[in-house]
C-alpha cells in the first residue's frame, strides 16, 4: 500500500514500525529503520510507575519533602521574618542612541505613520517560508543594521516600518543616513568615519557611492572568513558583523528581501520579491503585478510632496488584496497578523527583565536589613513585591502564549525560547516556595530578570521561526516543557546557594543565631527546589526516551544533550543525598554544592546547544564567544566561598 514515511510520521504494519532514520545529503534518498519491539508497553508501564513514585514522594506528608516544609516553617517563625527600609530603586535605563543624522532630511523621509503602520501589516515571506508581516521583518532589519527599534531624524522618531519604506522608496536617500551600526574604530578608520562614530552612511563604505563600487572591507572580509572562526580576532569579528549589516542594507535597497508576491498556479507556495516576480511570472501575471507595484511606488512620491496619503492606502490595499487571492493558502488570519505586530511593539520579555531585576534587587537589600535589624518592618514590601512579581508574571505568560499563537508551536524549540520559558518557571518555582521567606521572593526576581537579560544578549536570536520537522512533536513539547522548567527550579536553588554563603559572610557572634535560622530556613527551601527540579529533570528524560522512540525509534542515543541531561541528573542525586554522609554534610557544604552543580546545567545548557555538535544542538558545534561575565562571575563565586568558609563553625 502507498504510504509517505517522514520525520515524526511512521508506518505502523503488523506489529513492525518503520521510521525516517536519516536521509542523503543530497536529498535525494532517504535512510529507513525498521522496529519490532514488544517491550515498549512494559517500558512506558515502568517510566510512568517511576514518574507516579517521584511525584508522590513530593506530597507525601511523611517523605522528606514535607518535613523540609516543616523545618522552613520552624526556622522562619523562630527569627521572625520580616523586612524593610526604604531605599532608591536602582533603575536599569536603556539609554537612547545619539542620533547621527542629518535634520535637512526629516521632510524627505518622513513617511506618515498611519500609512507605514498598513504597510508594516503586509505579508512577507522570509527565507524559511515562513509568512509574517512586513512589521516583523522590518522590525528584525533594525535591530540587525541599526541595534535599535526606531531612529530619530530631526524632529521626528521613525519606527522600522517608517525606515524600511523609507529604505525602499528612496534608496537615495537613506543611502546617505549614518544608519548602519560600526561603534568599532578600527572599521571606523577604514572607511573613513570618525573615530568615536557609532553608525555609518551606506554609502561610505563604498569608493564610489554612486556605482556601489570600491567596497573598502572587501580585504578585510576576505582575511577574517579565511580564517576558522576560533582563530578570528576582534577586528576579523567587527569587520564580518558590520559587513553583514551592509548586506541587509543593500537587500532592502534592492528590495530582495521583500518576498511579498505570490506566483498564481504555484503549488509550492513560493513568494518572490518584486524583480524577481517581474522575471519569474508569466504574461499577463507579470503585467499585472507590474501595474499594481508601479501605482504603489508612484502614489507614494506623490504623496511625499502634497502630503495625502490616501492614494499610498488605496494602492497597499490592492497588493493585499493580491496576496490574499493567489496565497490563500499560507496567507495568516487577520488576527494572527495583529497578535504578530502587538509583539513586535509591546516587546514584553525585553521590558520586564530589568523590573524583576530591581524589585528582586531591592527586596534582597531589604531582606538583608531585616536579618540585622530585626526590629525592622518588612512586611508591606514583601507583599508589594509579591503583587508587582504576580504582575509581571501575568504579562510573562501574556508573551509566552501570545508567541506559541504566533508561531504555531510551544515556545521553547530554540535558545532564545527556552531561555523566557525557563525564566517563567523560575518564577513559578519562587511563588511555590517563597511563601515565608522574602529573601526567595527576592532570588526569584534577580534570576528571572538575569535569564531574561541573557536571553536578549548579542548572541541570541528572538526571531519567531518554523519548527524543523524533526521537533514537530507533541511529545516534545511535553519533553522540552519539563526539562527546561527543572532548570527554573534548580537555578532558583543555585542562586539561594549563593544568598546563603552571603548570610555566611554577614556572620559574626553578635547576630550568630539570628543569620543562623535565616540560613537554616535558606537552605530548608533550596533542598526543596532541587528536588522539585530534580523530579522534573528525570521524569522529562522518561518523556525524552519515549520521544525518541516514537520519532525514530530508539530510546536513548548518547548524544551529547542526552549523556549530559544524565549527569546532571547524577550530580542532583548527590547533592540531595549528601545529607546521609554526616562527615560531609552541613549548611555550609550544603550551599556550597548546591550553588557550584548548576555548572552542570549550564555545560548542559549551553555547552552542549553552542559548542558540541548533536541532534540537540542549535549551533551545530560552531563555537560561541564567552561571554566576558563568566569568568568573573566565577571568579566572584570562588572569592564568596573563601570568604565565608571563615565563618562556617560560628555558633
Known amino acids: 500500500m502507498p504510504y509517505r514515511i517522514f520525520m515524526n510520521n511512521i508506518l505502523e504494519h503488523r506489529g513492525y514500525r518503520f521510521f525516517q532514520s536519516s536521509y542523503d545529503q543530497d536529498e535525494q534518498g532517504t535512510i529507513l529503520s525498521v522496529n519490532n519491539d514488544p517491550g515498549t508497553l512494559p517500558s512506558y508501564i515502568g517510566y510512568t510507575l517511576l514518574a507516579l513514585g517521584m511525584f508522590w514522594s513530593l506530597f507525601s506528608r511523611e517523605n522528606r519533602f514535607a518535613k523540609l516544609a516543616k523545618k522552613a516553617k520552624k526556622a522562619s517563625e523562630g527569627k521572625a521574618l520580616s523586612i524593610l527600609l526604604g531605599i532608591g530603586l536602582l533603575i536599569s535605563v536603556t539609554p537612547s542612541m545619539a542620533s547621527e543624522l542629518d535634520p535637512s532630511l526629516k521632510t524627505i523621509v518622513s513617511f506618515e505613520r498611519a500609512h507605514a503602520d498598513k504597510f508594516g501589516e503586509l505579508?512577507?515571506?522570509?527565507?524559511?517560508?515562513?509568512?509574517?508581516?512586513?512589521?516583523?521583518?522590518?522590525?528584525?532589519?533594525?535591530?540587525?543594521?541599526?541595534?535599535?527599534?526606531?531612529?530619530?531624524?530631526?524632529?521626528?522618531?521613525?519606527?522600522?516600518?517608517?525606515?524600511?519604506?523609507?529604505?525602499?522608496?528612496?534608496?537615495?536617500?537613506?543611502?546617505?543616513?549614518?544608519?548602519?551600526?560600526?561603534?568599532?574604530?578600527?572599521?571606523?578608520?577604514?572607511?573613513?568615519?570618525?573615530?568615536e562614530a557609532k553608525h555609518a552612511s551606506f554609502s561610505q563604505f563604498f569608493e564610489d557611492p554612486e556605482n556601489m563600487r570600491g567596497y573598502k572591507l572587501s580585504e578585510a572580509v576576505e582575511i577574517a572568513t579565511r580564517k576558522e572562526p576560533k582563530h578570528r580576532d576582534k577586528l576579523d569579528k567587527a569587520v564580518l558583523k558590520v559587513d553583514e549589516r551592509v548586506n541587509i542594507a543593500y537587500m532592502v535597497y534592492t528590495g530582495s528581501l521583500m518576498k511579498i508576491w505570490p506566483q498564481p498556479k504555484n503549488l509550492n507556495n513560493k513568494w518572490f520579491a518584486t524583480i524577481e516576480a517581474l522575471q519569474t511570472f508569466d504574461m499577463p501575471d507579470a503585467e499585472r503585478l507590474r501595474l499594481i507595484a508601479v501605482e504603489y511606488f508612484t502614489s507614494i512620491d506623490a504623496s511625499l510632496t502634497s502630503g495625502d496619503w490616501s492614494a499610498p492606502d488605496v494602492a497597499l490595499a490592492k497588493i493585499a488584496e493580491y496576496q490574499k487571492f493567489y496565497g490563500s493558502e499560507v496567507y495568516p488570519s487577520q488576527n494572527r497578523i495583529a497578535a504578530e505586530v502587538f509583539y513586535n511593539e509591546d516587546k514584553i520579555f525585553e521590558r520586564l527583565y530589568p523590573l524583576y531585576l530591581v524589585v528582586g534587587f531591592v527586596l534582597?537589600?531589604?531582606?538583608?536589613?531585616?536579618?540585622?535589624?530585626?526590629?525592622?518592618?518588612?512586611?508591606?514590601?514583601?507583599?508589594?513585591?509579591?503583587?508587582?512579581?504576580?504582575?509581571?508574571?501575568?504579562?510573562?505568560?501574556?508573551?509566552?502564549?501570545?508567541?506559541?499563537?504566533?508561531?504555531?508551536?510551544?515556545?521553547?524549540?530554540?535558545?532564545?525560547?527556552?531561555?523566557?520559558?525557563?525564566?517563567?518557571?523560575?518564577?513559578?518555582?519562587?511563588?511555590?516556595?517563597?511563601?515565608?521567606?522574602?529573601?526567595?521572593?527576592?532570588?526569584?526576581?534577580?534570576?528571572?530578570?538575569?535569564?531574561?537579560?541573557?536571553?536578549?544578549?548579542?548572541?541570541?536570536?528572538?526571531?519567531v521561526t518554523n519548527l524543523v520537522p524533526v521537533l514537530n512533536s507533541y511529545w516534545l513539547s511535553i519533553h522540552v516543557s519539563m526539562i527546561t522548567a527543572s532548570y527554573g527550579f534548580l537555578g532558583l536553588g543555585a542562586l539561594l546557594g549563593f544568598v546563603t554563603l552571603i548570610l555566611f559572610v554577614l556572620k559574626t557572634e553578635k547576630n550568630s543565631k539570628q543569620i543562623s535560622l535565616s540560613i537554616k530556613e535558606l537552605n530548608s527551601i533550596n533542598e526543596m527546589s532541587l528536588m522539585v527540579g530534580l523530579v522534573l529533570l528525570t521524569v522529562g528524560n522518561f518523556l525524552g526516551g519515549v520521544w525518541a522512540n516514537e520519532s525514530w525509534g530508539r530510546y536513548w542515543g548518547w548524544d551529547p544533550k542526552?549523556?549530559?541531561?544524565?549527569?546532571?541528573?547524577?550530580?542532583?542525586?548527590?547533592?540531595?543525598?549528601?545529607?546521609?554522609?554526616?562527615?560531609?554534610?552541613?549548611?555550609?557544604?550544603?550551599?556550597?554544592?548546591?550553588?557550584?552543580?548548576?555548572?552542570?546545567?549550564?555545560?548542559?545548557?549551553?555547552?552542549?546547544?553552542?559548542?558540541?555538535?548533536?541532534?540537540?544542538?542549535?549551533?551545530?558545534?560552531?563555537?560561541?564567544?564567552?561571554?566576558?561575565?563568566?569568568?568573573?562571575?566565577?571568579?566572584?563565586?570562588?572569592?564568596?566561598?573563601?570568604?565565608?568558609?571563615r565563618n562556617r563553625k560560628l555558633a
Open 562 to 645: 542526552e549523556t549530559w541531561a544524565l549527569v546532571t541528573i547524577l550530580v542532583y542525586a548527590v547533592v540531595l543525598h549528601l545529607r546521609f554522609i554526616k562527615s560531609i554534610y552541613s549548611d555550609f557544604n550544603f550551599s556550597v554544592i548546591s550553588l557550584l552543580s548548576f555548572t552542570s546545567v549550564i555545560m548542559t545548557y549551553f555547552g552542549v546547544n553552542y559548542y558540541l555538535a548533536g541532534l540537540h544542538s542549535y549551533a551545530k558545534g560552531d563555537p560561541v564567544p564567552i561571554p566576558d561575565f563568566v569568568p568573573v562571575t566565577y571568579a566572584i563565586i570562588f572569592v564568596l566561598i573563601a570568604v565565608a568558609f
Open 123 to 195: 505579508i512577507v515571506q522570509d527565507s524559511g517560508g515562513r509568512m509574517k508581516p512586513m512589521n516583523t521583518l522590518a522590525t528584525e532589519i533594525l535591530a540587525k543594521v541599526y541595534r535599535g527599534s526606531s531612529i530619530q531624524i530631526g524632529e521626528h522618531n521613525l519606527n522600522a516600518d517608517q525606515v524600511v519604506l523609507g529604505m525602499m522608496i528612496r534608496p537615495d536617500v537613506y543611502r546617505d543616513i549614518k544608519m548602519i551600526r560600526t561603534k568599532d574604530e578600527k572599521v571606523n578608520t577604514i572607511i573613513g568615519a570618525r573615530l
Open 364 to 463: 534582597l537589600i531589604l531582606s538583608f536589613v531585616k536579618i540585622l535589624k530585626p526590629s525592622f518592618k518588612i512586611d508591606f514590601f514583601t507583599k508589594t513585591t509579591l503583587y508587582l512579581l504576580i504582575l509581571f508574571f501575568i504579562a510573562h505568560t501574556i508573551g509566552l502564549a501570545n508567541r506559541w499563537y504566533i508561531s504555531g508551536h510551544a515556545p521553547w524549540s530554540d535558545g532564545y525560547e527556552s531561555m523566557i520559558y525557563i525564566a517563567w518557571a523560575t518564577v513559578l518555582a519562587g511563588f511555590i516556595f517563597s511563601k515565608r521567606s522574602s529573601m526567595t521572593m527576592a532570588s526569584t526576581g534577580i534570576l528571572s530578570g538575569l535569564i531574561l537579560f541573557v536571553a536578549h544578549l548579542n548572541w541570541m536570536d528572538p526571531q
